[in-house]
């Protein structure tokens, strides 16, 4: 990276251990010749908000979301007017503007639905697709087919192009003059000297928003209703009461046991019954949809809590949780630690706990692996039919699962060593987005150590928050089959985390990752079969 000339700067030494290479080794990038740069259809520009997203909203959105806290109408239209929040020759209708600091209302309503760190956040290097689009819960609402909106493939790019940039709304600045200089032109002038090329973003922008103005305008599309109706599923002896489901363990024996994988280091495991239960959801739909009646054929051994970093060490001793990103500037620290021994481990792709599962198998003699996503489901429920083990998604969850609740507005943080900011703070508004339940006091802001809620009447411990959980099923299409053969490129993860509201943390809830990919918010827990 050139800085000046004659000068070259290296992320080497702050990102990366300055006294290691990368590994010499074949990947698949170094076979083959670099993919060819495609100029986008407008030239080369500035990423604006509303030039590129905003169109989208226009057209997929707005038909429905034009009103309150998710109103994502913006108009774009050209002005002179400098009184109005402006760039080049465009701006957004002041009516649809924000009056602080001139964002737009869509952008408020849409960016906290984005997945992505802060501006100054974990100082290492993310692990692949960390911060993929895919882990964004505005991709995941689309995927899942909401109320039958459908993006175009150029809608789907460019949209994957915004969350990659962090999800940017301005991607420019407004001129004024500092010490005499017009700071555009003072950049130009820059760039001509050291680099010895201009660019003139201001026209980019002016030449884009002239192609834009001279297309037909863009009508807002609403999808036909759509009605999709599913077979009611019923099983034998279900829901269970929680009585009796304590009593079907209990009927069992011996149903506690301690795996020990080191000379210090034991896996409390509980053992859950077989039967017979309704897996899935018919309400909630889309992913979890159909619901099916699905046999436990044998009891088995699972993770009393979801494994810990102390616990993954013993075979990846390696493995560093790292921080979860503090979204502010002037940090005295990394972040928030998320590497204590007894949190649970996450940053762990499916690999990785497969591999830690065969080699427990191998110490322990046990047949040790991930569960089902039948198994995981029929344990997390312990006999309910409902959203959740303890009751439904309008139950107050603060004494049973850490899911993201109000403690989430501390993530609203600011000065050096930035601490939590007080309600009065105009920033407030904008940094406090993660979308939450406000009404709900759990005490935990981030994952915490297990036992930390009220487990299951099977004793089993956050099973729908804290940290969401992989699973050895392939993410395929329901009905769910135990026995298909079927492979996807996606596996099951299930459960909710710190940084999930109820609905997205009911028993039935599912999402596919990658096998290889590792999110800030997905462990796992394991099971034992005889």
């Not at 993929?132 to 689309?142: F, G, M």
């Not at 709304?169 to 001129?175: L, Y």
Request: net charge neutral; with cysteine.
């Amino acid at each position: 990276i050139t800085a000046m000339p004659g000068e070259t700067v290296s992320c080497v030494g702050c990102h990366e251990n300055q006294n290691s290479i990368v590994p010499p080794k074949r990947v698949a990038a170094s076979m083959k010749a670099p993919s060819k740069v495609i100029t986008p259809e407008g030239g080369v520009r500035p990423f604006v908000f509303a030039l590129e997203i905003q169109p989208i909203l226009n057209r997929a959105c707005i038909a429905c979301h034009n009103k309150g806290s998710m109103d994502m109408r913006g108009e774009m239209k050209a002005t002179n007017d400098s009184e109005i929040k402006k760039v080049g020759s465009w701006t957004i209708n002041p009516e649809e503007m924000d009056a602080y600091y001139g964002f737009s209302k869509s952008y408020l309503a849409i960016h906290p639905f984005v997945s992505r760190q802060g501006p100054e956040a974990d100082a290492l290097v993310m692990k692949p697709y960390e911060y993929h689009a895919s882990t964004s819960e505005l991709v995941k609402i689309l995927k899942n087919n909401h109320h039958g909106v459908k993006l175009t493939d150029a809608e789907w790019r460019t949209l994957y192009a915004w969350i990659d940039m962090n999800a940017p709304f301005h991607s420019s600045f407004r001129q004024y003059d500092l010490n005499g200089f017009n700071q555009i032109e003072r950049r130009k002038e820059l760039s001509r000297k050291y680099n010895d090329f201009e660019v003139d973003w201001v026209k980019e922008i002016e030449d884009y928003t002239t192609l834009l103005n001279s297309k037909p305008k863009v009508e807002p599309v609403k999808p036909p209703k759509e009605e999709i109706t599913y077979k009611a599923v019923k099983a034998k002896h279900w829901p269970i009461a929680a009585a009796d489901a304590v009593e079907m363990q209990t009927s069992l024996g011996e149903n506690s046991m301690e795996l020990k994988i080191s000379d210090n280091v034991t896996i409390k495991l509980r053992k859950v019954p077989s039967g017979e239960f309704v897996m899935g959801n018919n309400v909630f739909g889309h992913q979890c949809a159909p619901e099916t009646r699905v046999k436990i054929d044998k009891p088995y051994w699972i993770g009393e809590i979801e494994i810990t970093n102390q616990q993954f060490n013993v075979v990846f001793p390696k493995h560093d949780n790292r921080y979860i990103a503090q979204m502010w500037k002037d940090h005295t620290g990394p972040g928030y630690e998320a590497n204590r021994p007894l949190q649970p481990v996450i940053r762990v792709s499916q690999r990785e706990a497969v591999e830690f599962c065969r080699k427990i198998s191998e110490k322990t003699g046990m047949k040790v692996s991930l569960p089902t996503e039948a198994q995981w489901e029929w344990a997390c429920r312990a006999g309910s039919n409902g959203d959740f083990w303890y009751g439904n998604s309008n139950t107050d969850f603060a004494p049973y699962e850490n899911l993201a609740d109000v403690q989430l507005e501390k993530m609203a943080v600011s000065g050096v060593n930035p601490q939590p900011m007080s309600k009065d703070n105009p920033w407030f508004r904008y940094l406090n987005f993660i979308p939450k339940v406000a009404t709900v006091d759990d005490g935990s802001m981030l994952l915490v150590e297990g036992k930390g809620y009220k487990p299951n009447p099977w004793g089993l411990y956050d099973m729908q928050g804290n940290v969401q959980e992989w699973t050895r099923s392939e993410y395929l299409p329901y009905p769910y089959n135990p026995k298909t053969k079927e492979v996807s490129e996606l596996k099951t993860i299930k459960g909710g985390s710190w940084m999930s509201r109820p609905k997205n943390a009911i028993a039935a809830y599912r999402d596919g990752y990658y096998e290889w990919q590792r999110a800030n918010n997905v462990g796992f827990r394991i099971v034992v079969e005889d």
